[in-house]
């Protein structure tokens, strides 16, 4: 249980890096439309790995940063056609889909590919909504999984806050 949160913990810390100047999904993808996405998938990768092989704060958090490196660079092989699909998929999974079904976009142009899949909805103390999600994207046959948490803005607007 300590271990658990102490990858949590972690991990956190490592995506507030490629996530810090995010407001709302549709600028995540527009301020750095290619590589946010893989910078951000990777450093969630590089995180769970590391802590799954058991690895403490320090390699957590190496992974986190390497992984985030290796991620923005498949990142910068999406297009813009890739993004503005992505988002849509996102917006589509937190408004419309129940937990467990996945939202999917997919470019016949580059070939890549990715799902967004909410995985729990609760309501905070001040009545905002926040989704749990896995997002997964294939770029150039190579695919990355990441964690994170999104809540609903008083203009009705996805935020990713973790």
Known sequence: MALR???ALALSVALLVPL????TMQET?????????GAALG?????????????????????????????GAIGNRLDARDK????????????????GQAAVWSNPDSGNS?????T??????????????KQTVVVGGERQQAYGTA???ADGSWRVQS
């Open 5 to 7: 949160r102490k990858s």
């Open 20 to 23: 810090s100047s995010c407001t």
């Open 29 to 37: 993808y527009e301020e750095n439309p290619k590589a946010v996405l």
């Open 43 to 71: 450093t969630a990768a590089g995180a769970g790995i590391a802590a799954a092989a058991g690895g403490g704060a320090g390699w957590i958090v190496g992974g986190a940063l390497m992984g985030g490196l290796l991620g």
């Open 84 to 99: 503005r699909l992505a988002t849509e998929a996102a917006q589509q999974a937190f408004e419309q889909n129940r937990a």
């Open 114 to 118: 990715g799902s967004v899949t909410p």
């Open 120 to 133: 729990r909805t609760y309501q905070l103390a001040n009545g905002q909504y926040c989704r749990e999600y």
């Open 151 to 153: 809540c609903r803005q």
